[in-house]
């Protein structure tokens, strides 16, 4: 049984969240007291600059680190002080994963790595191969089904991997600069896809960035500074009175 | 239009008389247009008027060279709330931004509280034009990617400055001491 369907009824707390998370490695401190919450349905963008702590927050709050200090919570549950087992199995069930490089399997098709998951956790063959298939018209991957990873492009390596980190249905996707290694049309549609299918899926989307572009395909926009989440507010007050004839008067749409 | 809170901004160092502000200015923010002395005696004129800085005679005759002027508590609370807020993101801000930068620097209030409220709102822009780009037309999709591709510039600036700051505020403050 996955961790998500454990009974948890209460849905108005958040999807995922961590508590004052600290975490180093050797001597070098890489979270110092980081604390974030993420609603259910909510894409979250993880800004900062490189080394400010954001990728070792998104590998605590999915289970891939245990923190040092602090706690981490799935859908209401402590997970942080699960086994190895248990965590590996939340991963597994709970949780998709897009990272920078696609990490698919090059050898394999790219069905093949698409059903993974659903092969690793016991699905059988034909309906594994079968779902798998049926993400492809989604992800605009029609007539790559049969080809080895190891010959797609970049842009199209990485909508195998969000089709593989999506395949099963997760609560929760967890994206370390998922637009990293593409140039910037290439990521666009990338994200794009991003914001589709999580979107009609109900998907929480927690996602690493330190592009701005892409951050703003989110809800919301947190900074990791320092090895702590800053939350950055957008101001409640419109501009100084001051600055108003510096900038023209703007209706809420884009014209100007 | 920035300059009588710029120069509001100066005056909360020491008061000055007309001419040093005016010295002041053209040496942090004019880079090679100067402030009209026509403009900066109507501008202190204006701001005296509305409570914001107070003029002394300090020299004997007449005429606005012989004033000394200092800022009132009015006038300070303006420059701190002004420095404290974001601009309404837009293209093309660089020489307000770069202001606001400098002055709280000169004035050693914290220009990282004033980069980070701007950030936020430029992330909020930002999020807004993608989400119109996203179900928008191709052409208006267009004028949207002309926006982001700014307001990302300006979000680039904000980190590079936030993350010079500590060398900023020395460059500034020798600056400063360079002026006779």
Not at chain 1, 48 to 64: D, E, F, Q
Not at chain 1, 126 to 136: D, E, G, K, N
Request: net charge neutral; proline share 6%; hydrophobic share 40%.
């Amino acid at each position: 049984m996955s961790i998500s369907t454990l009974g948890s009824e209460d849905s108005a707390g958040p999807m995922v969240e961590g508590r004052s998370l600290v975490k180093s490695f050797g001597r070098t401190p890489a979270l110092n007291g980081a604390s974030v919450a993420v609603a259910p349905g909510e894409m979250l963008a993880v800004m900062g600059p490189s080394g400010s702590g954001k990728s070792t927050l998104l590998h605590c709050l999915a289970g891939i680190f245990t923190p040092d200090a602090g706690e981490v919570f799935f859908d209401g549950r402590r997970t942080d002080r699960l086994g190895e087992t248990r965590r590996s199995e939340m991963r597994r069930r709970d949780f998709g994963f897009v990272f920078q490089f696609g990490q698919l399997v090059p050898e394999l098709t790219v069905e093949d790595n698409i059903a993974l998951p659903l092969l690793l956790d016991g699905t059988a063959r034909r309906q594994a191969y079968a779902s798998a298939r049926s993400w492809l018209p989604r992800l605009g991957l029609d007539d790559l089904g049969p080809r080895r990873t190891g010959e797609v492009s970049g842009g199209e390596a990485q909508r195998v991997a969000l089709a593989r980190a999506l395949v099963h249905h997760p609560k929760v996707l967890f994206a370390d600069e998922p637009t990293g290694s593409l140039d910037s049309l290439t990521g666009e549609q990338v994200m794009e896809l991003v914001v589709t299918l999580t979107r009609a899926e109900g998907t929480t989307v927690v996602m690493v960035t330190h592009e701005a572009r892409v951050a703003a395909y989110a809800n919301r926009m947190v900074l990791v500074r320092d090895g702590q989440v800053t939350v950055a507010q957008p101001p409640a007050a419109p501009s100084h009175p001051a600055d108003a004839s510096a900038t023209r008067r703007r209706p809420p749409s884009l014209a100007r | 239009m920035s300059v009588p809170l710029t120069l509001l901004g100066l005056l909360e160092r020491e008061p000055s008389y007309g001419y040093d502000l005016k010295r002041d200015y053209d040496a942090h923010f004019g880079w090679g247009r100067s402030l009209p002395f026509g403009q900066v005696y109507a501008t202190l004129a204006r701001l005296a008027r509305d409570g914001k800085v107070s003029a002394a005679t300090v020299e004997p005759g007449a005429g606005p060279d012989r004033k000394r002027y200092a800022i009132t508590e009015r006038g300070t609370s303006e420059v701190q709330e002004w420095l404290r807020t974001p601009i309404e993101p837009e293209p093309h801000l660089q020489t307000l931004l770069f202001t606001k930068v400098v002055l709280a620097l000169i004035l050693g209030r914290s220009a990282r509280t004033y980069l980070d409220a701007q950030r936020a709102a430029h992330m909020e822009r930002m999020r807004q034009l993608t989400e119109l780009r996203r179900t928008a037309g191709s052409v208006e999709a267009l004028l949207a990617d002309h926006g982001l591709f700014h307001l990302e510039a300006d979000l680039r600036w904000i980190d590079l400055t936030e993350a010079r700051l500590a060398s900023l505020a020395n460059a500034i403050k020798n600056h400063e001491e360079v002026q006779p």
